[in-house]
């Protein structure tokens, strides 16, 4: 059995836990200022837009890095054939694990 018990002021709409036993008020919570248009959907739903974008920006970003790093990668690795390919050198690498 829980010991306290929370009201919501119909006045001030502040709440209240209020102790059972002695009905001394123990906490007290101010009412939430609600910011923006009187329409609180509207207003999450422009949140939620805002969101979306943010992470879509964020996501582009991301994958452009992806795509430079594979153009750089793709480069290094027709480097390096070019390189093996003029050097001449057409045997095996050494498999590091027939070290053993």
Known sequence: MEET???????????IEVEKRTGKV????D???IKGSADPLKDMMDKMKQEKSKLDNYF?????????????LDKKFEEEKKRVKESGDDSKPINPMDLD
Do not use: N
Request: charged share 50%; hydrophobic share 25%.
């Open 31 to 33: 009412k939430p200022d």
């Open 5 to 15: 018990f929370l009201i919501d002021c119909p006045k001030c709409g502040a709440r």
């Open 26 to 29: 123990l906490r007290h919570w």
């Open 60 to 72: 582009d970003g991301a994958k452009d890095g992806l795509k430079d790093r594979r153009k750089e």
